[in-house]
């Protein structure tokens, strides 16, 4: 068992706080912040096909353009994290997660409106002494698309 203590597990809470709060305040020059510099994101259909996987550094880009004009709201609910060692831990959340589009002031909007559950599949490494995700895998349960 690794030598943690509830601080590391406040801040891995808080982390995850940040990347909701940056995306759906439209924060995508921090969204960085909150990844190592090698980290992976992977994307799942409810089929569990892949739908896309990016690095840290294309992350903004890809999920500002995904998003567009549009506003996401993400809530993250129930956690379990288990540290592997002192730097390294792996956690999963529950999340929910919607985009709303005005159609009418962007008609190129793909949807007028996203709602989908699912979980975040994290892990996590200090670095110079603050924890960052260093891999995420979004699964989806549910996901509702109107166009």
């Not at 990016?54 to 379990?80: M, N, S």
């Not at 592997?84 to 999963?92: E, I, K, P, W």
């Amino acid at each position: 068992m690794a030598a943690t203590t509830h601080t590391d597990l406040d801040q891995i809470r808080e982390l995850r706080a940040r990347y909701a709060r940056y995306a759906d305040t439209r924060q995508w020059e921090k969204m960085g912040g909150v990844f190592t510099d090698d980290a992976v994101m992977r994307f799942r259909n409810v089929d569990g096909t892949l739908a896309n996987e990016v690095t840290a550094a294309d992350f903004a880009k890809t999920i500002g353009d995904r998003v567009g004009a549009g506003q996401p709201i993400h809530h993250l609910f129930t956690h379990e994290v288990t540290f592997t060692s002192d730097t390294t831990a792996q956690g999963v959340w529950a999340m929910e997660d919607r985009i709303y589009h005005d159609r009418e002031a962007h008609p190129e909007a793909p949807f007028s409106f996203m709602h989908g559950f699912g979980h975040y599949h994290d892990t996590y490494r200090k670095v110079d002494g603050e924890w960052r995700i260093s891999d995420c895998e979004l699964t989806r349960l549910r996901l509702q698309i109107v166009p």
